[in-house]
């Protein structure tokens, strides 16, 4: 029983945060209930934070106050979960673009946790493969310090373990901020039934001011 902990306490540890992550979630909808105005009741003030766009410009959370955010922390090299949920935040920024939201009263910044590996160039290409490319001041990616983003990833309530390989195993959740700064709802990507249609329209009604 002591070699098999030894050797596997990473896995079981890992799986404990994820399943206490789940929990978590759950609970917010089940507490929450169904009305739009009770299940993005603000739970905290989001935390705030400098980094860098890949042109090496510093944006800071007060750059985004009085606009809606979606926040995605994320790395290149991820294996299986990543690719797909960009893909997903691509859909939502053209229904953004469609109802002229985009830039003016919402914003998706998707944040790197391997800023070693995802430099300007890789974070670039990666957002080339979708055909809804980000568009700036629309869809942010940013960089910072690996110690850093991991403290903001962890103070926004999202886990992040980097493993041994280089990898990192992470909640995979988009992030939902109000105007004022006030984190709104954690979104469960790996969820096959979340569709851009229901993010955007929670974005709508906050971009409303309710």
Same mark, same amino acid.
């Not at 917010?28 to 739970?43: F, H, Q, Y």
């Not at 957002?127 to 940013?142: A, Y």
């Given at each position: 029983?002591? $070699?098999?902990?030894?050797?596997?306490?990473?896995?079981?540890?890992?799986?404990?945060?994820?399943?206490?992550?789940?929990? %978590?979630?759950?609970? /917010?909808?089940?507490?929450?209930? %169904?009305?739009?105005?009770?299940?993005? $009741?603000? #739970? /905290?003030?989001? &935390?705030?934070?400098?980094?860098?766009?890949? =042109?090496?410009?510093?944006?800071?959370?007060? =750059?985004?106050?009085?606009?809606? !955010?979606?926040?995605?922390?994320?790395?290149?090299?991820?294996?299986?979960?990543?690719?797909? $949920?960009?893909?997903?935040?691509?859909?939502?920024?053209?229904?953004?673009?469609? /109802?002229?939201?985009?830039?003016?009263?919402?914003?998706?910044?998707?944040?790197?946790?391997?800023?070693?590996?995802?430099?300007?160039?890789?974070?670039?290409?990666?957002?080339? !493969?979708?055909?809804?490319?980000?568009?700036?001041?629309?869809? $942010?990616?940013?960089?910072?310090?690996? *110690?850093? +983003?991991?403290?903001?990833?962890?103070?926004?309530?999202? #886990?992040?373990? /980097?493993?041994?390989?280089?990898?990192?195993?992470?909640?995979?959740?988009?992030?939902? +901020?109000? &105007?004022?700064?006030?984190?709104?709802?954690?979104?469960?990507? %790996?969820?096959?039934?979340?569709?851009? *249609?229901?993010?955007?329209?929670? +974005?709508?009604?906050?971009?409303?001011?309710?």
């Amino acid at each position: 029983m002591g $070699t098999f902990l030894e050797k596997n306490w990473f896995k079981l540890a890992l799986g404990a945060i994820l399943i206490a992550m789940i929990a %978590s979630f759950a609970y /917010k909808l089940v507490s929450n209930g %169904s009305k739009p105005d009770e299940r993005l $009741t603000a #739970m /905290k003030a989001a &935390p705030s934070f400098q980094l860098q766009d890949l =042109d090496g410009k510093t944006v800071t959370s007060q =750059d985004m106050e009085g606009k809606v !955010r979606l926040v995605y922390f994320f790395f290149s090299y991820c294996p299986d979960v990543c690719l797909p $949920t960009s893909f997903l935040i691509s859909q939502i920024q053209d229904e953004l673009k469609k /109802k002229d939201l985009l830039g003016s009263k919402a914003e998706i910044l998707s944040i790197t946790i391997d800023p070693t590996r995802d430099t300007p160039e890789v974070l670039k290409a990666f957002g080339n !493969r979708f055909e809804s490319k980000p568009i700036p001041g629309g869809w $942010t990616f940013l960089r910072g310090e690996e *110690a850093k +983003v991991q403290k903001l990833a962890e103070d926004f309530g999202i #886990m992040v373990i /980097k493993e041994k390989d280089g990898n990192f195993s992470h909640a995979n959740a988009i992030l939902l +901020v109000d &105007p004022k700064g006030q984190l709104r709802n954690y979104y469960d990507a %790996s969820n096959p039934e979340l569709d851009a *249609a229901h993010i955007v329209k929670d +974005v709508v009604t906050l971009s409303k001011g309710k």
